[in-house]
């Protein structure tokens, strides 16, 4: 992964939140503040535009550009939990930037936004769709497979971890205080955390 390749992540991204945008904010009405989509929309219109200026010269810098943009811009509770991944990432991720070296970043940034939520699997949160992904990740590096083929494994283990919260009843988060009425609802972080996974694997596929 170059730094070409890390933005055109943020603006595939970007394209599937706005696409997705009012589902988003309808699953997060659901059991939230109903604020979900719009609210990761504009901070990622933000990093689009902070990329854009100032344009930087490695995937960390690129990383953790987006990460501080996000907990800058974005209210809510989406923005310190999503720059918080990719500032992580971007602190720790390693040059030259090989699979293994990105699923070790990426497994880094999972830890910063479970420490910060104080989430686990099973809490019905964004960590339900980016654990499993983290793990698919680390299965791949582990079994020697392609980097196009590891990053579409990660996406599906993410798709498959954010269907997995609706039958949970949610542990954190304004979705805890539903109690069983949590029950039935997708996560939305969960939701939007397989779309990011859905843009990597996508601009991976095609810078194939």
């Known amino acids: 992964m170059n730094a070409s390749l890390c933005v055109a992540w943020f603006e595939e991204a970007a394209r599937l939140v706005h696409r997705d945008r009012d ?15 719009t609210n990761l929309d504009r901070g990622l219109t933000e990093v689009r535009k902070a990329l854009a200026e100032s344009p930087p010269g490695s995937p960390a810098e690129v990383l953790t550009l987006a990460g501080t943009t996000l907990i800058r811009r974005v209210g809510g509770a989406s923005g310190p939990l999503y720059g918080s991944v990719f500032r992580q990432m971007g602190k720790t991720l390693q040059s030259p930037v090989t699979l293994a070296a990105f ?5 880094e940034g999972v830890v910063a936004v479970e ?7 099973g809490d019905k ?3 339900d769709a980016l654990a499993p992904a983290s793990r698919a990740l680390a299965l791949a590096v582990r079994d020697g497979v392609g980097v196009r083929e590891a990053i579409e494994q990660a996406a599906r283990a993410a798709a498959e971890g954010a269907e997995a919260t609706i039958p949970m009843r949610a542990r954190k988060g304004r979705a805890s205080y539903l109690g069983e009425r949590s029950v039935g609802h997708m996560d939305p972080g969960a939701a939007s955390s397989a779309l990011f996974m859905e843009a990597l694997a996508t601009v991976v596929r095609e810078a194939a």
Not at 103 to 107: G, L, V
């Open 125 to 127: 949160t964004m960590v």
């Open 115 to 121: 420490r910060l939520g104080k989430a686990a699997l």
């Open 103 to 107: 699923s070790a970043a990426f497994e």
């Open 23 to 37: 589902r988003l904010t309808r699953l997060d009405a659901e059991i939230g503040d109903g604020d979900h989509g």
